[in-house]
T-cell receptor, first 118, second 110 residues
Framework: DGGITQSPKYLFRKEGQNVTLSCEQNLNHDAMYWYRQDPGQGLRLIYYSQIVNDFQKGDIAEGYSVSREKKESFPLTVTSAQKNPTAFYLC?????????????????FGPGTRLTVT | KNEVEQSPQNLTAQEGEFITINCSYSVGISALHWLQQHPGGGIVSLFMLSSGKKKHGRLIATINIQEKHSSLHITASHPRDSAVYICAADPMDSNYQLIWGAGTKLIIKP
């Protein structure tokens, strides 16, 4: 079945360590996204990628890095520079519109990774 | 002021009740999305609409572009409908980012 997988579901790290969250999709979608969700708040975009080997910063990119070496994969690294890394992280993917507007298509979400840094 | 506002923030109702969740936005949009987030955290897209009304099972979404308002209705609500419902606006002058509402937490009691 087609879908998006994120691993692990729960992740615990010590402060000062970098950690990489995995996101894989087999939907053949061009666009992929990383969101952060904090309690009581809406989703906030960290990074997005429209095509392989290209990605753009979202609203809260500081302290995060990504790569897009393969169409199927869009890993997110939470670096030690991220001041408040404890959060729920969601990966999503969508088709990419012919006019270059990705927002005309539904986004499909992975199950999320809950990261706790102490 | 947030560009996308949802109301109510929290809603508790009895099984069988008709549910309405509202979403107001302040920007021009090309589409409005409704999504459901399950208690475990997973998010699924329910509707994407740019005009009128869409229906899927017991769920109905409407949008009034002139009033910049959308509603999500659930008929004959059931405890399994308990979830957070999120609206997100797709702005016309998009830099490819959706504007997300904070969500409405719905609890349906048996």
């Amino acid at each position: 079945d087609g879908g998006i997988t994120q691993s692990p579901k729960y992740l615990f790290r010590k402060e000062g360590q970098n950690v990489t969250l995995s996101c894989e999709q087999n939907l053949n979608h061009d666009a992929m996204y990383w969101y952060r969700q904090d309690p009581g708040q809406g989703l906030r975009l960290i990074y997005y990628s429209q095509i392989v080997n290209d990605f753009q910063k979202g609203d809260i990119a500081e302290g995060y890095s990504v790569s897009r070496e393969k169409k199927e994969s869009f890993p997110l690294t939470v670096t030690s520079a991220q001041k408040n890394p404890t959060a729920f992280y969601l990966c999503a993917s969508s088709r990419w519109g012919l006019a270059g507007t990705i927002n005309s298509y539904e986004q499909y979400f992975g199950p999320g990774t809950r990261l706790t840094v102490t | 002021k947030n560009e996308v506002e949802q109301s109510p923030q929290n809603l508790t109702a009895q099984e069988g009740e008709f549910i309405t969740i509202n979403c107001s936005y302040s920007v021009g949009i090309s589409a409005l999305h409704w999504l459901q987030q399950h208690p475990g955290g997973g998010i699924v897209s329910l509707f994407m609409l740019s005009s009128g009304k869409k229906k899927h099972g017991r769920l109905i979404a409407t949008i009034n572009i002139q009033e910049k308002h959308s509603s999500l209705h659930i008929t004959a609500s059931h405890p399994r409908d308990s979830a957070v419902y999120i609206c997100a606006a797709d702005p016309m002058d998009s830099n490819y980012q959706l504007i997300w509402g904070a969500g409405t937490k719905l609890i349906i009691k048996p």
